[in-house]
């Protein structure tokens, strides 16, 4: 199951390991610097197309901070 708690620590690391402070980055992806705070502090998750240029500004591969190689679907049968 794709967790948010994962995912959201992912983000941290690639941040810090980025060197760029929340508010460069809000003005890469075309956010206000709370936001960025809010997607990691808080149960907030950025649009789709902020997502993806969050991972493209930090070089990041999407699926890697979905964490899609662990997620297994539901079996609902």
């Known amino acids: ?3 948010l708690d994962r995912i959201r620590q992912k ?3 690639a941040i810090k390991l980025s060197g760029m402070t929340q508010t460069a980055l809000a003005k890469k992806i075309g956010v206000c610097h709370q936001a960025i705070g809010q997607y990691l502090y808080q149960n907030i998750m950025p649009a789709l197309d902020t ?3 969050l991972c493209a500004v930090l070089d990041l591969d999407a699926n890697d901070i979905l964490c899609i190689d ?3 679907p ?3 049968n």
């Open 1 to 3: 199951m794709i967790e």
């Open 11 to 13: 983000v941290i690391e």
């Open 51 to 53: 997502f993806a240029n």
């Open 70 to 72: 662990t997620y297994k």
């Open 74 to 76: 539901v079996d609902n």
